[in-house]
């Protein structure tokens, strides 16, 4: 298994560009969880879709940000227009139905935003 | 927030020493787990332990709960190098399906 894929690796943008992050979950995982990691912040949990249907977006900062999975095996996190305290690293985990809700992560997308 | 809040923030041992990590936490939960993250990279879960054990053991990781006070704590025997990451504690509560992070202890291992 080729694990949680994320694209890209790492961005970097002008301030009031569009940013889209990708990712892919484990095959046969119908949860997909977006989190944002800073050091001021820590890891927060920004939106939650289970069956591709979104859960819990309150941690969502704002507007600018939105999320979609219009399919089991990818979802995307969209950042417009994008400003530089949005600098962070972008998590996508996913988990399945049985087990104890362990989640397994990608290995990020570095966002900078100048 | 219910996020836990995890001491030391910091620890720094020598290779051979035990490290002991603390995580508390605020609401009623169904399991705790622990995560740990190599710089640069994503969080690999370690261990789980529910809400009614009190102890939990894998390999050189010994994870204890005690909802009581609404703390755990893992410790790492015979650390090494390689152990060199950030810990983080990571709380289920029901109903909803999602965990919520602790602030994290940044381990550094040196030979």
């Known amino acids: 298994d080729a694990g949680v894929i994320q694209s890209p690796r790492h961005e970097v943008t002008e301030m009031g560009q569009e940013v889209t992050l990708r990712c892919k979950p484990i095959?046969?995982?119908?949860?997909l969880f977006w989190y944002r990691q800073t050091m001021m912040r820590g890891l927060e949990l920004l939106i939650y879709?289970?069956?591709?249907?979104?859960?819990?977006d309150s941690g969502m900062p704002e507007d600018r940000f939105s999320a979609k999975m219009p399919n089991a095996s990818f979802s995307t996190l969209k950042i417009q227009p994008s400003e530089p305290r949005d600098s962070a690293v972008y998590f996508c985990?996913?988990?399945?139905?049985?087990?104890?809700?362990?989640?397994?992560f990608g290995p990020g997308t570095r966002l900078t935003v100048l | 927030s219910q996020q836990g809040e995890e001491d030391p923030q910091a620890l720094s041992i020598q290779e051979g020493e035990n490290a002991t990590m603390n995580c508390s936490y605020k609401?009623?939960?169904?399991?705790l787990q622990w995560y740990r993250q190599n710089s640069g990279r994503g969080l690999v879960h370690l261990i789980l332990?529910?809400?009614?054990?009190r102890e939990k053991h894998s390999g050189r990781l010994r994870v204890t709960l005690d909802t009581s006070k609404k703390s755990s704590s893992l410790l790492i025997t015979a650390s090494r190098a390689a152990d060199t990451a950030s810990y983080f504690c990571?709380?289920?509560?029901?109903?909803?399906?999602?965990?919520?992070f602790g602030t994290g202890t940044r381990l550094q291992v040196t030979l």
């Open positions: 990571a709380t289920d509560a029901s109903p909803a399906s999602k965990l919520t």
């Open positions: 609401t009623s939960i169904n399991n």
């Open positions: 332990i529910r809400s009614n054990e």
């Open positions: 879709f289970n069956n591709n249907v979104p859960i819990d």
């Open positions: 095959s046969g995982h119908d949860y």
């Open positions: 985990a996913s988990r399945g139905t049985s087990g104890y809700n362990e989640q397994f």
